[in-house]
């Protein structure tokens, strides 16, 4: 009944070996690489193009830049706001765990409870640790709380985990908005002072630099940039509320001491059909 990502730790007393699994953190190539390629490519439709034009305009960069910045921080509060870096760099990262090998695990715990009792957990307490969320809710069960009980109180705290990501990404997304119209408001100005100067012809080129290079750059923060770092927190933080909502399901299930076989189907009705687990065959 071994998980195969479990490795040889026996349990004092079993013949059930759990070996719990942290996920393995390493950067997200997907997310570095598409970043630079999309950059790049914009960067080499410019040098190829047979044109001496500068895309390089200070004006137009603290409009949209600074602006973005300053706009977006109206809306959020500062304790949210000193995140923000640590969210950049969470999309920078990604965490490997995969769902089949999580759902393994708790087939083994629930087989571990079932043989030798609720209290028999706790001799796995070491290995727990290793998950801070799986020890507190195998914590609630060897505490004796019930089924509906532990439902309620990992249910808010997964609802609490979603409500902090959805938070962290929504920072990035409303950037995302605001980078866009920050750059028609340059466009705007740069307008502004070229209809203001008709009379002065070598004014012209510069305030039409300012009008067109904001949207330009508008266009690229919002659409290549935040745009997608925010959609990457998304899927980040449904992929993390997806393995909390397999263990709130398994602590629930073995709290009410339900058969392993019917969590088995549990969990796989939470799975993607490609990650569903066969524990028994």
């Given at each position: 009944m071994t998980s195969d990502a479990a490795q040889a730790?026996?349990?004092?007393?079993?013949?059930?070996?759990?070996r719990i699994r942290p996920p393995r953190v390493q950067p997200d190539f997907s997310t570095i690489f598409g970043l630079i390629f999309a950059l790049g490519l914009i960067v080499a439709a410019i040098a190829m193009g047979h044109s001496d034009a500068n895309f390089v305009n200070g004006p137009s960069f603290l409009i949209v830049i600074l602006g973005t910045m300053a706009a977006t921080s109206v809306s959020y509060t500062g304790d949210e706001l000193k995140h923000v870096p640590g969210i950049i760099g969470n999309t920078m990262l990604r965490r490997i765990r995969q769902p089949s090998v999580m759902a393994k695990q708790l087939m083994d715990i629930a087989m571990l409870s079932r043989k030798k009792g609720l209290l028999a957990l706790s001799s796995i307490e070491p290995e727990l640790r290793k998950d801070p969320f799986l020890a507190r809710a195998v914590q609630l069960v060897t505490d004796g709380y019930n089924g509906e009980d532990i439902d309620r109180v990992l249910g808010q705290e997964v609802d609490a985990i979603?409500?902090?990501?959805?938070?962290?990404?929504?920072?990035?997304?409303?950037a995302s908005e605001i980078a866009p119209a920050m750059g028609l408001i340059g466009t705007l100005v740069g307008l502004v002072q070229m209809l203001a100067q008709l009379d002065d012809p070598s004014s012209i080129g510069p305030a039409m630099a300012v009008a067109l290079l904001t949207t330009f750059y508008g266009a690229i923060m919002g659409t290549v940039v935040l745009g997608p770092l925010s959609a990457k927190l998304e899927r980040n933080s449904s992929d993390e509320t997806m393995l909390k909502n397999l263990i709130l399901t398994a602590m629930g299930s073995i709290a009410r001491q339900e058969n392993p076989r019917r969590l088995e189907m549990l969990l796989n009705s939470e799975l993607p059909p490609e990650e569903r687990i066969r524990y028994f065959d």
């Open positions: 730790q026996a349990v004092p007393g079993g013949d059930i070996d759990i979603a409500e902090r990501h959805r938070r962290s990404a929504s920072v990035l997304r409303r």
